[in-house]
T-cell receptor, first 110, second 116 residues
Framework: LAKTTQPISMDSYEGQEVNITCSHN???????ITWYQQFPSQGPRFIIQ???TKVTNEVASLFIPADRKSSTLSLPRVSLSDTAVYYC???????????FGSGTKLNVKP | DAGVIQSPRHEVTEMGQEVTLRCKPI?????LFWYRQTMMRGLELLIY????????DSGMPEDRFSAKMPNASFSTLKIQPSEPRDSAVYFC??????????????FGPGTRLTVL
């Protein structure tokens, strides 16, 4: 089971780029890396997923180095509404034991 | 699509009572997950189903917890008897198999359970 390690919390200001790094030293060959976002009183919501190199969508970018032992979620020009908890998950497509961990609480200030 | 539907949204009960939480997954999804979230333990996977069959229930904390999925559009999580330490937000999520990658899990709004 590939567990993940993330910073507990981060502070940022509106308009800044935020990078949240996740460590997953025991990632397996078939594992994908997925990030979720959770607002208070809501269920987590999928942000982005990747296997290697770089993935970008309309919300974020995901950078994965060649050894895949870590990944970085990049949020461009954050706003107050990006204040949430961000979870990094590692798992295979057969859903063996997705582990959400504690996540990173991002606080965006005006 | 209406998304994952959970009921009730809030439940307050007394210790010893039976509690039943309900979930309707997104139509066409063949995986269903039950999670529990508390401040102390974070988000924990309790059990998940594939095509209505329980695949992994190792996260179910005790025999007081049971889950069923009688058909593709309905699942229940039952706690009997309930205890104060069961107070938490319970989430249901669903997804569909996609070859070549892990699938996005779509979460419901959760049921906030308070056991007095």
């Amino acid at each position: 089971l590939a567990k993940t390690t993330q910073p507990i919390s981060m502070d940022s200001y509106e308009g800044q780029e935020v990078n949240i790094t996740c460590s997953h030293n025991n990632i397996a060959t078939n594992d994908y890396i997925t990030w979720y976002q959770q607002f208070p009183s809501q269920g987590p919501r999928f942000i982005i997923q990747g296997y290697k190199t770089k993935v970008t969508n309309e919300v974020a970018s995901l950078f994965i180095p060649a050894d895949r032992k870590s990944s970085t979620l990049s949020l461009p020009r954050v706003s107050l509404s990006d204040t949430a908890v961000y979870y990094c998950l590692v798992g295979q497509y057969n859903f063996n034991k997705f582990y959400f961990g504690s996540g990173t609480k991002l606080n965006v200030k005006p | 699509d209406a998304g994952v539907i959970q009921s009730p949204r809030h439940e307050v009960t007394e210790m010893g009572q039976e509690v039943t939480l309900r979930c309707k997954p997104i139509s066409g999804h063949d995986y269903l997950f039950w999670y529990r979230q508390t401040m102390m333990r974070g988000l924990e996977l309790l059990i998940y189903f594939n095509n209505n069959v329980p695949i992994d229930d190792s996260g179910m904390p005790e025999d007081r917890f049971s889950a069923k999925m009688p058909n593709a559009s309905f699942s229940t999580l039952k706690i009997q008897p309930s205890e104060p330490r069961d107070s938490a937000v319970y989430f249901c999520a669903s997804s569909s198999y996609r070859k070549g990658g892990t699938d996005t899990q779509y979460f419901g709004p959760g049921t906030r359970l308070t056991v007095l």
